[in-house]
């Protein structure tokens, strides 16, 4: 795409970004918010599991920001009840895995909900869908950061003159999903964080070149100075307290299974080995040693993967883990 299309996109999403920003009086009561309704913590906690869902079914990032971007805005304009917060997140990334996504790489939502570990049913989940889509006039993607984002990469990379395959994409990509798990950056808006993020990037680099371009994106979107300083502030102190090593990164969490002390003593009991039949002592001719050897094989396969399922089988494995094991 030439430069000059790539600024009237630019501006065309600029103008509609408005569009889909949260209310901001319904954040600042999610913010202020304590027991009994759903506050900052748990909106971020919520934000954190959409990411590592989206990380755990091969979902893009694109799937992650369009699924917050429903989530916040719906949050900031219906009051939610804390049970209900789960059904609402994975409604909101089953939209926007849908208009982001292959239909060949969709979840079900019976393995979505299962694989959430969330306790309500595929119904539910198709009516909150509605809901959140008749509320949010749900038709198409959103103008994300994202967006931003990746035409602020492409105009730079058009422009620049050297370096300038030390910008990353794919590490802008990773610092805006950490932005995003805290509901501060909800408030910003998506062009200005999604240049604040670049700007941090190009000081890293050290690169004057790269960093006179995006001083030229601001000067055509009429970004002012002082906005654009606050959140490249926040931006900074996130991407800090993010590379801390205390700090837990969504994407590298490991999915916790919570059972009953029941089911794991059945699953325990499932999973142990099975004696062996004994071997006889006497001697025996040749097809009598292979009936034995199928035996044994068929008695210690129907033990152990009955109940789980071996490597990728079993109701609970997304599907697209099924045709990469079956491939193999």
């Not at 319904?26 to 009994?36: E, Q």
């Not at 941090?200 to 100075?225: A, G, V």
Request: hydrophobic share 40%.
């Amino acid at each position: 795409m030439d430069a000059v299309r790539l600024m009237k996109e630019l501006r065309v999403n600029y103008e509609q970004e408005v569009d889909f920003l949260p209310r901001e009086a319904g954040l600042d009561l999610i913010v202020s918010a304590h027991g009994g309704q759903i506050t900052a913590r748990s909106r971020d906690v919520t934000v954190e599991d959409l990411w590592s869902l989206t990380s755990f079914f091969g979902y893009s990032t694109q799937s992650f920001v369009q699924a917050v971007s429903l989530l916040d805005r719906f949050l900031a304009m219906m009051r939610v009840q804390p049970k209900h917060l789960s059904c609402v997140s994975l409604s909101c990334l089953h939209l926007a895995a849908r208009v982001t996504e292959e239909e060949c790489d969709l979840t079900p939502a019976d393995e979505l909900i299962r694989i959430g570990q969330c306790r309500f049913t595929a119904s539910d989940l198709g009516r909150m869908e509605k809901i959140v889509t008749e509320k949010l006039r749900f038709k198409s993607k959103a103008v994300t950061a994202l967006t931003f984002l990746q035409l602020y990469h492409q105009i730079t990379l058009t422009h620049a003159t050297y370096r300038k395959e030390t910008l990353s994409l794919e590490k802008l990509e990773a610092q805006l999903k950490a932005c995003l798990c805290r509901i501060a950056f909800s408030k910003a808006k998506p062009s200005v964080l999604a240049l604040a993020l670049l700007r941090q990037e190009m000081k890293s680099l050290q690169s004057e070149d790269m960093l006179e371009i995006s001083f030229h994106i601001q000067r055509h979107l009429k970004i002012p100075d002082a906005e654009l300083q606050l959140w490249s502030e926040w931006v900074a102190r996130r991407l800090s307290d993010y590379a801390s090593p205390k700090c837990s990164k969504p994407n590298h969490r490991k999915l916790q299974w919570i059972v009953s002390r029941r089911t794991a003593q059945n699953l325990h009991s499932h999973r142990s080995v099975p004696e062996l039949p004994t071997i006889p002592e006497g001697c025996w001719d040749e097809s009598e040693s292979e009936d034995s050897g199928e035996d044994v094989m068929s008695s210690g396969d129907e033990s152990l993967c009955s109940s789980l399922g071996s490597d990728a089988e079993g109701p609970f494995f997304p599907l697209h883990l099924r045709r990469q094991y079956l491939a193999a």
